[in-house]
DNA sequence: TTTGACATAGAACGCATGTTCGTGTATAAT
DNA sequence: ATTATACACGAACATGCGTTCTATGTCAAA
């Protein structure tokens, strides 16, 4: 159904006052930018363009509304960006810094990702590489490393471990393989290691790396 | 200064509502959420959290509140989503797919990155690697490479060339030195090969390497 | 001419919302 | 002992805000 000049005046308005305020208008601040002078005509409109899918309102609450957008085939909402916290670096000669409670960390530079390659966010963390140390695991200096922090693995997984006893980080497959840690380099023209399992400390796995080249 | 719990509870709160809501919460949501039971222990906090810069409002207004971005460099364009085309394959025994012309391809799987990632799209696609031969490029087999259309390489850039001899694709650090060309592995451990210029033709540069590990 | 749908408009209402006031406790400085 | 500051809290207030009510106008169809 096209669009009266009314409602594309509506939309335009709503999408420059959210980009700009970073909070959506009142529908007083709508009547008074598209020359409506009363809320319920506004109110009568926005019924209009939510009927036609292009706002969603919340009931009753102030500000309540957001565009939907509907350009491309999936109505994709500003909520498919995750933003993931750099908390620090990772390199062989020290432990990884490990999220230190539930909440998600705050004022840390961030590393900003689609949802269709982060699809859960909890846990999640950044940290950038320091060093050719992981170069068996196919990692160069300077790549970023997306975690998930968890402190056991799987069999397979490809993991930040912590080995106690040479004060070292390594990051490679883990296997629990007859009361010892096989753990296998990504690049297999490479060999194993085989370390205890006390001297194993798992930190977290590796779930993206990203290898940005100027 | 550093920041109560109480502060970083209300930070991270505000963060978590705007980001689902798309509009940020009233003090009234905000006392329920962590735990205050009155509007203007709310108000005073976010006094102290708008003195210290951490938080912005727009005086009288509902919902007039904003976390000020104190991360990195500003380099967050959030809402920018680039769609990036999957054209397809890069494997060692064949040349790469190549786009065709100016118009952004259609009809194909696509990666979608922030533009905070990839700044400028114009020539940009994507391609999975197929098999090892990328390996001495610290790429692994199903990583996602991204690309920039381009002929003509600037010494050091990781591009994709097609040997014409060898019938062969590789990805390595390009270098013109004295009439001949240095393939240079990114590996530091692995050694370049040199080959004549007429038998190098170039077929893009490496802008982005992703791994997902799943 | 009548009817119904759509649109407009002002007014009023009930509740949401941010701000202010007065009071209390704890701590540090004088 | 006094004062100043930080932090906490409930209550009250003024205004913002979305919703509803009532009235009116336009237009197309019957």
Known sequence: MALSERHKKILSFVETFTRENEYPPTIREI???VGISSTSVVNYNLKVLEREGYIARDK????????VDRSGSGRRAKGDIVSIPLLGRIAA?????????DLPPFGYETIELT???IEKEEGIYALQVRGDS??????HDGDIVIMKHQEEAENGELVAVWLKDEKETTLKRF????????LQPANPTMEPIYVHPANVEIQGKVVLVIRQLN
Chains 1, 2 share one sequence.
């Open 60 to 67: 009753i609450v102030s500000r309540g509304l957001k565009l």
């Open 134 to 139: 992981m170069i068996d695991a196919l990692i």
């Open 31 to 33: 009547g008074a930018a």
């Open 175 to 182: 296997y629990l393989e007859r009361g010892r840690v096989r």
């Open 115 to 117: 949802r269709s390659i």
């Open 93 to 101: 000669g020290e432990p990884i810094p490990i999220p230190d409670s």
